[in-house]
């Protein structure tokens, strides 16, 4: 399995500021995942980051909230812009490392307050 | 993605056979049907997965019904630590293809 981390691992923050979060995994992946859990929610796609090109957003979430880098095939970073309390959840990251079978990152859990 | 149906909540006792219903009756021939579970709001964590054979590994067991309309995620015997969100997730078997959660099942281990 992958080793995979995120930093930070909790952060509160105020209203209209903005949060970069970082993803670091242990091997060379093609494509990196980004997630949403909102309090008591299941997890939700935000987008798909592959190495070279843009990130590819799902409905509902769009590039100026949820700017994405990916700059080499080990990192990424999520940035939640102009945050407001409803942005208060996990975010998650993962890789699939071999075919069929995705891992998850331990999350960064996001107060605004 | 076709759907997912299971119940929101079980319980099962320590020590027991712990087995996690899921209907996908509109799953599609390339879909497979995965399992992950999440411990109280960690990552996910990828359990088992198969296509319309039974699997088994060192954590659980899948039994994918013939008609590939259901199946059972069996953890032959539950410690406390299983209690997790249990997520039955069906995907196309494309490399990178994305999960879609559903609510999953909250598996409560008692003592």
């Known amino acids: 399995s992958a080793v995979i981390s995120q930093k930070p691992s909790r952060d509160i923050c105020q209203r209209g500021t903005s949060l970069t979060i970082q993803c670091q995994v242990d091997?060379?992946?093609?494509?990196m995942f980004w997630y949403r859990q909102q309090p008591g929610q299941s997890l939700t796609l935000i987008a798909t980051?592959?190495?070279?090109?843009?990130?590819?957003?799902e409905s509902g979430f769009v590039i100026d909230k949820f700017p994405i880098s990916r700059p080499n095939l080990t990192f990424s970073t999520l940035t939640v812009s102009n945050m407001s309390p409803e942005d208060s959840s996990i975010y998650l990251c993962?890789?699939?490392?071999?075919?069929?079978?995705?891992?998850f990152g331990p999350g960064t859990r996001l107060l605004v307050l | 993605d076709a759907k997912t149906t299971q119940p929101p909540s079980m319980d099962c006792a320590e020590g027991r056979a712990a087995n996690l219903p899921c209907n996908h009756s509109?799953?599609?021939?390339?879909?497979?049907v995965y399992w992950y579970r999440q411990i109280h709001s960690q990552g996910p964590q990828y359990i088992i997965h198969?296509?319309?054979n039974n699997e088994t590994n060192e954590m659980a067991s899948l039994i994918i019904t013939e008609d590939r309309k259901s199946s059972t995620l069996i953890l032959p015997h539950a410690t406390l630590r299983d209690t997790a969100v249990y997520y039955c997730?069906?995907?196309?078997?494309?490399?990178?293809?994305?999960?879609?959660f559903g609510t999953g099942t909250r598996l409560t281990i008692i003592p």
């Open positions: 997730i069906v995907r196309v078997d494309f490399v990178n293809e994305k999960l879609t």
């Open positions: 980051a592959n190495q070279g090109s843009e990130a590819t957003y």
């Open positions: 198969g296509l319309k």
């Open positions: 993962s890789v699939e490392l071999r075919q069929e079978t995705q891992y």
């Open positions: 509109t799953i599609s021939g390339n879909e497979y």
């Open positions: 091997s060379q992946v093609t494509m």
